[in-house]
């Protein structure tokens, strides 16, 4: 098992630290140097286009973000570069960029989203990180995206995402499958990364008790946060700006204050205007 040590250094960042009323898009440039600032783990989201390039972006289409009513895989990066993002002046960034401006101050926590045939984008994501000399770790619903990179990239850390999925269109056994973690055995993550509200779980409370990493989502107040500790070790939140959280670990003191934030969330406005 590789060592998970740099995914419990932080409370971590959806999305980056993103904020509508602000006008700091999700998965955006300003979102991820919020975060630095604020010395979090980034999450983001990542999917190859039609001409492969591979953007930091959550959404399978461009509507809800853009406006635009495409689907990522139909589009190239020239298409899209001079869109931006919820009504903002912000644009799609690449996930080259975003490594560029994070260069391994904080760490980087992918999750891979594609439609694309296995070993696709994954192959794409590893010709991009392989000189990148930061932190990461990559996590993703599909366990079939995580045997590839078992197969093929066995020390990169890497995650199985999951949840109940009682909102989603799966057939029942998927869901079943997926959500006992049952392809585990095979695919041998480094931590879990699992919704909050499908918890608890005994396979999850299990794998834990093991020693396996257990991350929870999403965070988005401190109640969220108080219910979540009883079954998880780390916590990718919204609204960090407003969440309270301590922790003694190994005698290493981490805190994170919403004052704080709030001192550091006037700097960033300040810079971005």
């Known amino acids: 098992m590789n060592n998970t040590y740099?995914?419990?250094?932080?409370l971590i960042a959806h999305r980056g630290c993103f904020d509508k009323e602000?006008?700091?898009?999700?998965?955006?440039?300003?979102?991820?140097?919020?975060?630095?600032?604020?010395?979090?783990?980034?999450?983001?989201?990542?999917?190859?286009?039609?001409?492969?390039?591979?953007?930091?972006?959550?959404?399978?289409?461009?509507?809800?973000?853009?406006g635009v009513n495409k689907k990522l895989k139909d589009v190239t990066y020239n298409e899209i570069k001079d869109l931006t993002l919820d009504n903002t002046k912000y644009r799609i960034p690449l996930l080259t960029e975003t490594l560029e401006l994070v260069n391994g101050?904080?760490?980087?926590?992918?999750?891979?989203?594609?439609?694309?045939?296995?070993?696709?984008?994954?192959?794409?994501?590893?010709?991009?990180?392989?000189?990148?000399?930061?932190?990461?770790?990559?996590?993703?619903f599909s366990p079939f995206s995580l045997m590839w990179f078992k197969k093929n990239y066995p020390d990169v850390i890497r995650g199985q995402l999951?949840?109940?999925?009682?909102?989603?269109?799966?057939?029942?056994i998927e869901k079943f499958v997926l959500k006992n973690l049952f392809f585990n055995f095979l695919v041998k993550p480094d931590f879990i990364s699992y919704g909050i509200f499908s918890l608890p779980n005994k396979n999850v409370e299990?794998?834990?008790?093991?020693?396996?990493?257990?991350?929870?989502?999403?965070?988005?107040?401190?109640?969220?946060?108080?219910?979540?500790?009883?079954?998880?070790?780390?916590?990718?939140c919204n609204n960090l700006d407003t969440i309270d959280y301590?922790?003694?670990?190994?005698?290493?003191?981490?805190?994170?204050?919403?004052?704080?934030?709030?001192?550091?969330?006037?700097?960033i406005m300040i810079y971005i205007k």
């Open 246 to 267: 301590k922790k003694n670990n190994n005698n290493d003191k981490y805190w994170f204050n919403s004052d704080i934030f709030k001192m550091i969330d006037d700097l």
């Open 105 to 140: 101050v904080v760490p980087i926590l992918i999750e891979l989203k594609s439609d694309a045939k296995v070993g696709k984008l994954e192959e794409k994501l590893m010709k991009i990180l392989k000189e990148y000399k930061g932190n990461y770790a990559i996590q993703t």
């Open 206 to 236: 299990k794998y834990r008790n093991n020693g396996l990493l257990v991350l929870g989502w999403t965070i988005k107040n401190n109640k969220d946060l108080k219910y979540a500790e009883k079954y998880c070790d780390n916590f990718i």
């Open 162 to 172: 999951s949840c109940d999925f009682k909102k989603d269109k799966k057939p029942i």
């Open 6 to 10: 740099f995914l419990k250094e932080s």
């Open 22 to 66: 602000k006008k700091i898009p999700e998965n955006s440039i300003p979102a991820f140097e919020k975060a630095i600032l604020g010395g979090y783990i980034i999450e983001l989201d990542v999917h190859i286009l039609k001409d492969e390039s591979v953007i930091v972006f959550h959404d399978s289409d461009l509507k809800r973000m853009t």
